[in-house]
Every structure is written in structure tokens, then in C-alpha cells.
């Protein structure tokens, strides 16, 4: 008898799992452009939240350039915090980012998850329903990494978002998920058979190009470790328009063209309640964000906007 209920307990456990991967779908989420088929996106990179007097500063700024610029989506790649407590930060930092009203999605850089929360905890946060504005999902995704889809005005995809997870290495599995992204969804909804949807990569790390066309006496470029294959995808799948980068402090919003592909640093948010007198004074000057305009056009409109807190903001 004993060995019958043992028996029929292995069964129904058998078929509950298979119950759940047949009806297991990958999370879509989606951003509508509106009408004028534009998306209007700020981009932030390496607030790094630590917990000190100068998260108000970093609040004030970013609630600012959010009230001026009206942006209908926040792309933030990656290093939102730089604490021991991570977790602890991250939660008020989301807190506060998701209060801001306007739907957002951020990269995993490594200062994310350099404490005493795991990646997955940290997920989590990012993950919570609470949250009401959060984009951040575990859908068409490779690990830690994921993609959202940009609709028109006639509810249709032509637009991808891909945010990075640049806090490991990169590896041929990553970039075999990146092409085969790009080719299932365009092979879904595009109308042409072989045309490839566009699509924007947001990290944190950069790629080994930076340092070849971006680098300069003032900063070096940090490539994200084995991404030179990354990169030759990028190049040559001839999709993705845009990639914006972040961690290089100094890189002043730089940018440049390669092959009719736009890659440009974000600028970084690095404030430290230490700071102070020309230090302070220099970071004030190099802090600010980059608000583009994502289209089914290849060409997308890249602002730099410079905003630098008055004393009123000081830490």
C-alpha cells in the first residue's frame, strides 16, 4: 500500500511539472510610442545610490530633468547603487525612481550587485510588483539580461530595447541569445521575411570600440571583459542603431558613428557627501544625462543635457 501512494505521489509530481513547463510563456512588455511615433527616453548611468547626504542631491537632479524634459521612458544602464547594503539602497533607490511616474528599465552593472545582496536578491527589487512603473522583467531573457518591445501608434513592434546585465563576463551564449532575439521577434512581426527589426542596447560596461575611438588623455575606457564577439554581432546583424554605455568616469558624454551605428557614454551622476571645493566643483560640470528620441527610424536624435545643481542641491 505504502509503495502504491509513493508511487502515485511521483506520478502527480511527474505531471505537475510538466503541467508548468507547458504553460510557462516568456513575460512581454511592451512601450507604446504614441501618436507622434517617437519615444521620448531619458538615460541615466551610474547614479550609484550610497546612502550618504548626497542622494538628495542625486534625487533633486534627477526629479529636475525629469519635470523639464517630460521623458515618457527612464533607460538607466546600469550601477544605480555603490553600497555594502545594496539591497537596502536599491529598494529606497527604486523607491524613489518609480515615484517619478514615467515607465523605466535598468541594466545590471557590477556595483549593483558588489554587496551583500546576490544578483537574484537584487532582481527581485527591481522586479517587485509593487512597483508601478517598473519594466524590469524575467522574459525573452538570457540570465539576468532582457529585451522590451517599442509599438506605434498602430500597436505594432518595431523597436527593440535590450538592457545588459555587463556584471559578468560576456559569453558565446549571450551572444547567440542577442542574435536569436533579434531574428525570432522580427521573424514574428515583421511583414518582409528577413528584415530585422531595430533595436538599442543599453549597458554598462562598454565595448571594446570605445576605447578605440573614445578614449582620451582625461579617461580610459574599461571594455566589458570577452565582448569583442558582442560587439562583431552588433556590427554585423546591422539592427541594433544605437548603444549606450555608462561607468567610464570622465567620458563626458561622448559619442561617434561606425558603420551608420550611433555609440555614446551616457554621463555618469557620481556624487560623494566627501566631496568638496574644485573636486566637487568638476563633478557638478561633468554631471548630466543624455535624452534620445527612439523611432522606427534608423536615425535616432542623441541630446546631451547638461544639468548641474545649484547651491541649493549641495550635499
Excluded at 511527474?14 to 508548468?20: E, G, S, T
Excluded at 551610474?46 to 542622494?55: E, L, M
Excluded at 530585422?196 to 566589458?224: C, G, K
Aim: proline fraction near 2%.
Amino acid at each position: 500500500m505504502k509503495k502504491k501512494i509513493f508511487a502515485i505521489l511521483i506520478l502527480c509530481t511527474i505531471l505537475l511539472l510538466a503541467l508548468i513547463g507547458c504553460d510557462y510563456k516568456p513575460e512581454r512588455r511592451q512601450i507604446s510610442t504614441g501618436d507622434d511615433n517617437k519615444l521620448t527616453t531619458l538615460v541615466l548611468t551610474d547614479i550609484r545610490f550610497d546612502g550618504s547626504a548626497a542622494d538628495s542631491v542625486r534625487e533633486r537632479m534627477i526629479s529636475s530633468v525629469v519635470s523639464e524634459r517630460k521623458p515618457e521612458f527612464i533607460a538607466i544602464a546600469g550601477n544605480i547603487v555603490n553600497a555594502e547594503n545594496n539591497g537596502e539602497i536599491m529598494k529606497k533607490a527604486v523607491e524613489f525612481i518609480d515615484g517619478l511616474g514615467v515607465p523605466w528599465a535598468a541594466s545590471i552593472g557590477e556595483l549593483d550587485v558588489k554587496g551583500k545582496t546576490s544578483k537574484k536578491g537584487i532582481m527581485n527589487i527591481l522586479t517587485n510588483k509593487k512597483l508601478k512603473n517598473s519594466m524590469v522583467m524575467r522574459g525573452y531573457n538570457y540570465e539576468y539580461n532582457y529585451v522590451l518591445e517599442i509599438v506605434d501608434y498602430k500597436n505594432k513592434v518595431n523597436n527593440l530595447l535590450y538592457f545588459v546585465d555587463t556584471s559578468v563576463e560576456c559569453s558565446d551564449t549571450f551572444v547567440e541569445w542577442y542574435k536569436n532575439t533579434i531574428t525570432n521577434l522580427s521573424f514574428k512581426f515583421q511583414d518582409v521575411q528577413g528584415q530585422l527589426l531595430n533595436s538599442r542596447v543599453f549597458m554598462n560596461r562598454p565595448l571594446p570600440i570605445y576605447a578605440d575611438n573614445l578614449q582620451s588623455d582625461t579617461f580610459e575606457a574599461h571594455a566589458w571583459g570577452n565582448s569583442i564577439d558582442f560587439q562583431k554581432a552588433i556590427i554585423n546583424l546591422k539592427s541594433t542603431k544605437n548603444v549606450i554605455a555608462g561607468f567610464d568616469d570622465l567620458a563626458n558624454g561622448a559619442q561617434f558613428k561606425h558603420k551608420e551605428i550611433s555609440f555614446a557614454y551616457s554621463r555618469s551622476m557620481l556624487f560623494a557627501s566627501s566631496m568638496q571645493g574644485d573636486l566637487y566643483r568638476q563633478q557638478q560640470v561633468q554631471t548630466g544625462c543624455i535624452v534620445c528620441e527612439f523611432s522606427d527610424s534608423s536615425i535616432t536624435n542623441i541630446n546631451q543635457i547638461f544639468k548641474n545643481p545649484n547651491n541649493s542641491l549641495q550635499a
